[in-house]
């Protein structure tokens, strides 16, 4: 094997280093670049209180009427039918704010925007043709305080949404929103009012968890929410688990369960205490609750950390290195063998010439029994 075969054997064995390593972020990339098969754009009033905004930011009249129309699209080279669904922002347990059909919207609230808005709207669409749909959202006839947050959530009903399940990016490709934020008095500043509600043990996505509820009591989203939590043995006042979250958010007049997984760690029942604290810029907020683990929510979790074989599979990739390893070793050690093989091979090497100029030499100088009949 020559040097540049060695070559190759390099480049290869790099390349597939890099295919291995480099496969998912590539996946991840494409999914989040997935674009939607229709479009909608707000057509804002004259009432809009930000011009920079892209969403409806409008100021509304006690006992007022407010006409919202929204642009939709259909750039594709087929007919789709379309729903524009009125709906209330919520915060998910991802704890953030969203705008989805929900019917989580926290007592609390004076007035919704699924209340002051008219119905669901169904539009069919011809292959490239737009057109543009009407709500009507009335206000009460006492106002109200704060903000009314909702969106108009646009959706193709003919996709399936269970295939966005384990990818959120995906949810671009059958649904988008833009939200509806309404004030009587424009950019009202008021306290945040947030509270923790209950602490739970329940199961989430299958397993137990401790579900701490938090409910914003005010009318008035608010972000930069981070949480840290911590759960203590009562008894031993050792800490058991602990979760944090960072750069959250929750809509007006909402909740969300904050949820502790059990860890990796066998449990006992029993008393324990959370303790949580929250802050959003300068806010700041303390809560501590006790809540009891039952036997039984005991058992199942150390059961299922009992029964969890979940296979490590590092070693495959060990395995697939080391062979890779192998592989340019043996071709590296048949480039240097067949590298000497040519040498030994090579007559014009220094070795062969000098045994045949010996050979030549000792041919013509005389023998010595000759040397003595010269002389005799």
């Given at each position: ?173 059958y649904a988008e929103v ?70 959250g958010s929750m809509a ?86 067949k590298r000497r093989s ?35």
């Amino acid at each position: 094997m020559n040097l540049n075969r060695f070559k190759w054997w390099l480049v290869a064995f790099l390349a597939l280093i890099s295919l291995l390593g480099g496969g998912a972020s590539l996946s991840a990339h494409a999914a989040e670049t997935t674009n939607s098969n229709f479009a909608a754009t707000p057509l804002l009033p004259k009432n809009q209180i930000s011009e920079k905004a892209d969403y409806y930011d409008l100021k509304v009249q006690p006992s007022g009427s407010q006409t919202l129309k929204l642009s939709v699209t259909n750039p594709s080279k087929s007919a789709r039918t379309l729903k524009v669904i009125p709906v209330n922002a919520t915060t998910s347990d991802t704890g953030k704010a969203v705008f989805v059909p929900s019917n989580r919207t926290d007592p609390s609230a004076q007035v919704t925007f699924t209340e002051m808005t008219s119905g669901a709207v169904t539009v069919h669409l011809a292959a490239h043709q737009g057109k543009t749909v009407t709500f009507t959202t009335k206000t009460p006839a006492s106002g109200f305080t704060g903000e009314v947050l909702g969106g108009l959530f646009v959706t193709d009903p003919n996709v399936n949404p269970s295939s966005a399940r384990g990818n959120l990016n995906l949810q671009n490709r059958y649904a988008e929103v833009v939200a509806v934020s309404l004030w009587c008095q424009p950019n009202q500043i008021l306290p945040i009012n947030l509270k923790l509600a209950d602490v739970t043990v329940k199961k989430q996505n299958g397993q137990p968890q401790v579900l701490a509820k938090l409910r914003n009591l005010t009318p008035a989203l608010f972000g930069d929410l981070d949480i840290h939590a911590r759960v203590l043995n009562a008894k031993t006042g050792k800490q058991v688990l602990t979760r944090s979250l960072k750069n959250g958010s929750m809509a007006p007049n909402s909740w969300f369960n904050f949820g502790i997984g059990l860890g990796k760690k066998r449990l006992a029942a029993g008393q324990y205490t959370l303790k949580l604290h929250a802050t959003s810029g300068k806010r700041v907020w303390n809560f501590s609750r006790s809540f009891t683990l039952t036997a039984k929510t005991a058992r199942t979790h150390n059961a299922v950390l009992h029964s969890d074989k979940t296979p490590n599979n590092w070693w495959i990739w060990l395995v697939i290195l080391a062979i890779l390893l192998i592989l340019l070793l043996i071709g590296l050690a048949y480039w240097l063998g067949k590298r000497r093989s040519r040498d030994d091979d090579d007559p014009d090497t220094p070795e062969s010439t000098l045994t045949h100029t010996d050979s030549q030499t000792s041919s013509t100088k005389p023998s010595d029994e000759a040397q003595s009949h010269l002389k005799s």
